[in-house]
């Protein structure tokens, strides 16, 4: 846990105040994998079930990837891990979330998913996201958007360093490509939304499903 929030602290202190917790937390497991050439090895439990034999997967974790392509799970946080660290650090309140995964795998890539108790509020946090980075600058104001996986996907650029975010239905997604080319970003996008779709409904406290 420690070295995912020393780098938060070294490359994302200026958002924390301002940015949604989705890209502090993305961006600090990405530079915590460090570049294609890391010599970052994986432990051995960074396989897919580096998730602690302890506790089960949650549904975001289960739809995450033991690797892409030929780039391996470097390490993996569910949601109390990903929660926590974002507290951490957080100086504003931080938006509960129904379920939350982050993984990190070799090339520099970092997926960040976030589920919301409904539709509604996932674009809410989507639109947050989207003016935060307005008024931020560095590059994250430079928003365009494309579609990929069948899906409109925003783009952002900080520091010249192109990342994604979007959402489908309840859940929030957020990618740094790493080394990913423009057909594996597309290939992985389609193959994340099909996984959210097919997600168990969310059950709330008076056991209706959240819209």
Known sequence: MRDFIDGLRRFAAPLIIILASA???????????????????????????????????SDLEK???????SRRLLRSMGKDA??????????????????????SYEGGITIWLTRYESDRVAEEQLEKMKQAMGRYGGGFERLSTEVLGESEVFVTRPKGE???????????????????????????????????DRLPPLVTLNGQAGK
Request: cysteine-free; hydrophobic content about 40%.
């Open 23 to 57: 890209i502090a937390v993305a961006i600090a497991v990405s530079r915590s994998s460090s570049s294609p050439e890391s010599t970052v090895e994986p432990s051995p439990e960074a396989s897919y079930r580096a998730i602690p034999s302890e506790r089960p997967a």
């Open 63 to 69: 739809i995450l990837s033991p690797a892409i392509g």
């Open 82 to 103: 990903a929660m926590n660290a974002t507290k951490e650090l957080h100086k504003g309140n931080v938006k509960p979330a129904a379920d939350a995964a982050i993984a």
């Open 162 to 196: 192109t990342q994604y975010f979007w959402t489908r239905k309840d859940v929030l997604a957020y990618l740094i490509p790493g080394n990913l080319g423009a057909d594996e970003i597309n290939s992985l996008i389609k193959d994340l939304n099909e996984k959210a």
